[in-house]
């Protein structure tokens, strides 16, 4: 099973996707109440990641590397890349491939150029939604959207072409 996940303390977006099926499980999951909760947060990705190996063997995992702008305050970088080291850790942990996607590089393969040129803020949050329902998906939350673009860009740089993206032949893999 391949997980992908857009992670943030208050709602990480999650995906998981098993080579051969048609279809994926997703989600978002609250981890805790926000950057001075952080190490509960931490703990929670943790046993979240633990029980879905414990569950099924996790093959590949697949996250969102942040980009820290100069407006965040120490607390916040703490926590956007503990959960980055949480996710690298657990992986070394079990010998699971871990691969990280800044999300200009995940946008690159899910947006079309005409989309990446015009989004910004929350026109990313709603085009990553309706790219997902253009797909087939119907995902309830922006974070659950972004794991599933996330986890189509890796199967992209995989070379594996998912069900999701065969079924819509007119709508390309961009890069």
Same mark, same amino acid.
């Given at each position: 099973? *391949?997980?992908?996940?857009?992670? %943030?303390?208050?709602?990480?977006?999650?995906?998981?996707?098993?080579?051969?099926?048609? %279809?994926?499980?997703?989600?978002? &999951?609250? &981890?805790?109440?926000?950057?001075?909760?952080?190490?509960?947060?931490?703990?929670?990705?943790?046993?979240?990641?633990?029980?879905?190996?414990?569950?099924?063997?996790?093959?590949? *995992?697949?996250?969102?590397?942040?980009?820290?702008?100069?407006?965040?305050?120490?607390?916040?970088? *703490?926590?956007?890349?503990?959960?980055?080291?949480?996710?690298? &850790?657990?992986?070394?942990?079990?010998?699971?491939?871990?691969?990280?996607?800044?999300?200009?590089?995940?946008?690159?393969?899910?947006?079309?150029?005409?989309?990446?040129?015009?989004?910004?803020?929350?026109?990313?949050?709603?085009?990553?939604?309706?790219?997902?329902?253009?797909?087939?998906?119907?995902?309830?939350?922006?974070?659950?959207?972004?794991?599933?673009? *996330?986890?189509?860009?890796?199967?992209?740089?995989?070379?594996?072409?998912?069900?999701?993206?065969?079924?819509?032949?007119?709508?390309?893999? &961009?890069?």
């Amino acid at each position: 099973m *391949i997980v992908s996940l857009d992670q %943030s303390l208050s709602n990480t977006g999650f995906a998981k996707w098993r080579p051969g099926e048609g %279809s994926i499980e997703s989600g978002a &999951l609250p &981890l805790c109440g926000g950057v001075p909760e952080r190490r509960h947060g931490f703990l929670e990705l943790w046993r979240l990641l633990d029980a879905w190996h414990k569950g099924e063997a996790i093959t590949a *995992i697949c996250h969102e590397e942040p980009i820290s702008g100069p407006a965040d305050k120490t607390p916040t970088r *703490i926590a956007l890349f503990g959960l980055v080291a949480i996710v690298e &850790l657990f992986s070394v942990s079990r010998s699971i491939p871990v691969f990280g996607y800044d999300s200009r590089n995940w946008r690159g393969t899910f947006f079309s150029k005409e989309e990446r040129a015009f989004a910004s803020g929350e026109r990313w949050k709603r085009l990553a939604v309706e790219r997902c329902r253009q797909l087939g998906f119907d995902p309830a939350t922006h974070d659950e959207a972004k794991a599933i673009g *996330i986890l189509d860009h890796h199967l992209h740089r995989m070379k594996v072409a998912p069900p999701w993206r065969e079924a819509n032949p007119f709508l390309p893999v &961009l890069g």
